[in-house]
């Protein structure tokens, strides 16, 4: 198997995230350069670049003017146009404010990004890297900075993601918008083909068995209830592995925005017309970047506004793990909720009506990038995504992009012309075959996390394997 790939690369920098990469991977590299980066935090950055003892003066004065590669690429040339490539970037702001809850100024902000722009430069040049491969869109400020630059410098960059189906995964060139790359003599089996129609008959059955099995997990841990004092004080009391340490002023905070949902919860009545609106947990990648502008959620429900007809609800459901998991009030603020259902005709379900009776009853049903699309489509029911979703060309998925320029998609998708068939379905899951690694262990779930890092391990492998077949 091989992909195919437009160019050949000498030096490859990689950013594994949660894929388990170690040394092992040089095998499969010949005589291509293997760059491992984990740019993954503050203190990883410090330590293993340097940015903190970084002399910007000092690479200035000795590279941009002096060194013949810098001079050759015109960099000293383009820099204004570099550093305003990379700091015009909302998604950037977002990213940075995630880390750094508010507590940093805007002029602090604005000196580290020149500093690691600085440093990625160095970095990109010195090393000669023409090639960069990340785990999934790059959404930590280091590695989004790093990419950036590397985009300015026409340096090709690809991303290892999943497709709609959780253990397989294929490989995108692009930076947030990406194109997908073609894979040669992949082997499709009888396995694969009975795993999409396991996948779906699970999406297919109740709430509690169709749910990924991480949220499952939660699920059962909680009880069935969104807010359990008793989970809460354990975590508040007790740290465990991972899991850091809940402050109470934390725990406060996420009850009272708890609190404050539930009391400005909507009634649905029998009949009533509607959308839902289920929302992402946040921060995640699934909404910074892939969300881009609908980042902020309330602008996806603002234009869904616009386009339905008055009478028709939208219904806007909390994740509840924004309940179960650490609460970021600079996400979820005071008047989060009450600005939601300010907005004309647009309530708040309550949490015993569970996403899937939320599929069945609504017209369509909305998301950023979430995997309630897929739920939708395999029940027949269409969904207008906002965002860089897994699941695009999928029957029944609709990017805002498309209904915002074609009024007659609305008006179908009201009166349900546009019902995607099971058959529809499960065909495009069995294209998404072709062109995506990855298997199911006996014993396993579909859902396993581990398992879609197993399917982007093989996808990474294979694409350093091309890259040194190609030389």
Not at 213 to 226: A, N, P, Q, S, T
Not at 356 to 369: K, S, V, W, Y
Not at 391 to 401: C, D, N, Q
Not at 442 to 453: C, F, H, L, R
Request: charged residues 25%.
């Amino acid at each position: 198997m091989q992909f195919e790939l437009a160019k050949t690369y000498q030096s490859i920098a990689i950013f594994p995230g949660n894929l388990n990469v170690d040394q092992s991977l040089s095998q499969f590299a010949g005589n291509i350069k293997l760059i491992l980066a984990t740019f993954l935090s503050v203190d990883e950055w410090k330590t293993v670049e340097g940015i903190d003892t970084f002399d910007v003066d000092e690479f200035v004065r000795k590279k941009l003017h002096t060194n013949e590669v810098y001079k050759e690429k015109r960099i000293f040339e383009k820099y204004p146009e570099l550093l305003r490539y990379v700091s015009h970037d909302s998604n950037l702001y977002h990213i940075m404010a995630r880390k750094t809850s508010g507590k940093s100024s805007i002029y602090q902000h604005d000196v580290l990004i020149e500093k690691i722009v600085y440093r990625s430069l160095f970095l990109l040049l010195d090393y000669k890297i023409d090639v960069i491969i990340t785990h999934d869109t790059p959404h930590v400020m280091f590695e989004y900075i790093f990419c950036k630059v590397a985009s300015f410098l026409k340096i090709d960059i690809y991303s290892i993601r999943r497709t709609p189906l959780p253990w397989k995964s294929y490989l995108e060139r692009g930076l947030v918008y990406g194109e997908l790359v073609k894979v040669k003599d992949i082997q499709v089996t009888d396995q694969d083909k009975l795993d999409v129609d396991g996948y779906v008959e699970q999406k297919l059955d109740s709430y509690e068995n169709a749910i990924p099995i991480y949220e499952k997990r939660r699920l059962d841990k909680y009880k069935g209830k969104v807010w359990n004092w008793q989970v809460e004080m354990v975590n508040h009391f007790l740290k465990s592995g991972k899991r850091p340490h809940v402050s109470a002023a934390s725990l406060w905070a996420k009850y009272q925005a708890y609190k404050r949902y539930e009391s400005l919860q909507g009634d649905l009545m029998e009949g009533d017309k509607f959308v839902s609106v289920l929302l992402h947990y946040q921060p995640e990648r699934t909404t910074l970047p892939e969300g881009d502008i609908f980042d902020q959620q309330i602008h996806a429900i603002r234009m869904l506004r616009l386009l339905l007809p008055e009478d028709v609800k939208i219904v806007v459901k909390e994740h509840p793990s924004t309940f179960r998991l650490e609460y970021k009030y600079n996400v979820r603020p005071y008047d989060y909720y009450k600005t939601i259902v300010s907005i004309p005709n647009v309530i708040l379900a309550p949490f015993s009506l569970d996403s899937f009776e939320l599929i069945g009853r609504g017209l369509f049903t909305a998301t950023i990038t979430g995997t309630v699309a897929i739920e939708a489509a395999c029940r027949g029911k269409c969904c207008i995504y906002f965002g860089n979703a897994q699941f695009k060309s999928m029957p029944g998925a609709y990017h805002i992009s498309e209904v915002w320029a074609d009024n007659t998609i609305m008006k179908q998708l009201l009166s349900g012309e546009l019902t995607p068939t099971l058959e529809d379905v499960k065909f495009y899951f069995q294209g998404l075959l072709t062109d995506s690694f990855g298997y199911v262990p006996e014993g396993k779930a579909y859902t396993e996390k581990d398992i879609s890092y197993l399917g982007g391990g093989i996808c990474l492998k294979t694409f350093v394997e091309t890259i040194a077949a190609s030389k």
